[in-house]
């Protein structure tokens, strides 16, 4: 088992000296997300569900149109 871990430890040595030392951030700060066209059309397509939850606890999602059809 030593000699695994020791080719694995090899390996990452030389992907450090290819691509550079880990970056490390301070875990305190938040993660900023930018949103591409491809999230904003995929939110809008999302907007028109609701997540419903029934007796059991189970979750499922049903169109805002249908609820309304319904209500």
């Known amino acids: 088992m030593p000699h695994v871990v020791n080719r694995f430890m090899g390996l ?6 290819f691509f ?17 066209a491809y999230e904003q059309a995929s939110e ?3 907007s028109h ?13 049903v169109r805002r149109e249908d609820l309304e059809k319904q209500g």
């Open 20 to 36: 550079g030392p880990a970056t490390r951030l301070d875990p305190d700060t938040p993660v900023v997300h930018r949103h591409d």
């Open 12 to 17: 990452t040595d030389r992907l450090r000296f």
């Open 44 to 46: 809008e397509d999302l």
């Open 49 to 61: 569900f609701v997540v419903e939850t029934d007796a059991a606890g189970h979750h499922y999602a």
